[in-house]
């Protein structure tokens, strides 16, 4: 159907379906395909209100001016929405938010194909929210791009800091807070997972007290954060370190002694009774280990190597000289065993009663091989 200069009002096809329809100037008003579902509606100034497909999806739907307020694709799925000066939402096909913005241009939300939100931003364009492709949150920022909070994959808070950048609330998995810092980043308070105070710091940052669940002191700081004291329950010194952070001393619940010089190699070590455990020099090779009657179990030099090892009656297990090779091993009862020399060869090996089981030279050949009551040549 068309008017007196041509313009097309109406096109039907054979079943009486609005296919299109336009106003005198030509605009067009609504396209219909043949089930009658609305493809495109104008106004009089041809500004598109909305577009769908056959089954109805809304494809754009804009206001007078010609803004595009909400874009569709074949499922109804949204790609854009906006206000009357700018895009407001972007999406892709799966309706997933790719760019939001307000009124003036700035990104509020950027998120990649499977919706998960990578940035947030306020009407200024500073960051509020960076996240992973799983929606986790990143990075949260107010106004003025302070870092507000800081996530790891599984979305748990690890930073919330206020408007001047101090670390307000540092979150583990489970949100307990570990670290609450007041306005200029001195640590105040760090948790574990069940509100208990492990960290109380000053307003410099060095570490003054950690409590457990009964407020004994766990770690004890001077000002440039190494550890001096760290107690148990009922106060037993547990590490004791100078400036550098090196250990030492350390203690069971029972103030049993281990010392350990700048290096951390461990000095003297004692059991529950004071004796000595471990002696060592700077290079943690074994001096002196000791069981709880004081018997010798490892004697070694300076670079490790065995020099006499003991059970808990002071039988020698092993003697071995500085390049480890095997000079006597010994059962309980003092017998020879082992006899080696620097190579390792073995000279006489023998059982309980000192019988000789197995002799060889320097080449490991086989010079004699006896049962417990008889010697039986071998070649």
């Known amino acids: 159907t068309s008017d007196l200069d041509g313009c097309i009002l109406i096109t039907s096809d054979l079943d009486g379906s609005i296919l ?45 001016d010609g803004c595009i307020l909400v874009t569709s694709d074949l499922d109804g799925c949204i790609l854009a929405t906006s206000d009357l000066d700018g895009i407001l939402t972007t999406s892709d096909l799966n309706s997933c938010i790719l760019v939001t913005s307000n009124l003036d241009g700035s990104i509020l939300v950027t998120s990649d194909l499977d919706g998960s939100i ?32 800081t996530s790891d994959l599984d979305g748990s808070i690890l930073v919330t800091s206020d408007l001047y950048d101090s670390i307000l609330v540092t979150s583990d998995l489970y ?26 710091s000053d307003l410099d940052d060095s570490i003054l007290v950690t409590n457990d669940l009964d407020d004994s002191i766990l770690i004890t700081s001077d000002l440039d954060g190494s550890i001096l004291i760290t107690s148990y329950l009922d106060d037993s010194i547990l590490v004791i370190s100078d400036l550098d952070g090196s250990v030492l001393a350390t203690s069971d619940l029972d103030s049993s002694i281990l010392t350990s010089d700048l ?69 309980l009862d003092g017998s020879v065993v082992v006899t080696s020399d620097l ?16 002799t060889s030279d320097l080449d490991d050949s086989i010079l004699v091989t006896s049962d417990l009551d008889s010697l039986v040549p071998s070649v």
Not at 344 to 351: A, E, G, H, R, Y
Request: hydrophobic letters at 40%.
């Open 343 to 358: 190579d390792d060869n073995i000279l006489v090996t023998s059982d309980l009663d000192d019988s000789i089981l197995v």
């Open 175 to 200: 949100d307990s807070i570990l670290v609450t810092s007041d306005l200029d980043d001195s640590i105040l308070v760090t948790s574990d997972l069940d509100g208990s105070i492990l960290v109380t």
């Open 263 to 331: 290096y951390g190699s461990i000095v003297v070590t004692s059991d529950l009774d004071g004796c000595i455990l471990g002696i060592s020099d700077l290079d943690d090779s074994i001096l002196v280990t000791s069981y709880l009657d004081d018997s010798i179990l490892v004697t070694s030099d300076l670079d490790g190597s065995i020099l006499v090892t003991s059970d808990l009656d002071g039988s020698i297990v092993v003697t071995s000289d500085l390049d480890d090779s095997i000079l006597a091993s010994s059962d």
């Open 118 to 149: 990578l940035v947030t931003s306020d009407l200024d364009g500073c960051i509020l929210v960076t996240s992973d492709l799983d929606g986790c949150i990143l990075v949260d920022s107010d106004l003025d791009g302070c870092i507000q909070v």
């Open 20 to 64: 299109l329809t336009s106003d005198l100037d030509g605009c067009i008003l609504v396209t219909s395909d043949l089930d009658g579902c609305i493809q495109p509606t104008s106004d009089l100034d041809g500004c598109i209100l909305v577009t769908s497909d056959l089954d109805g999806c809304i494809l754009v739907t804009s206001d007078l």
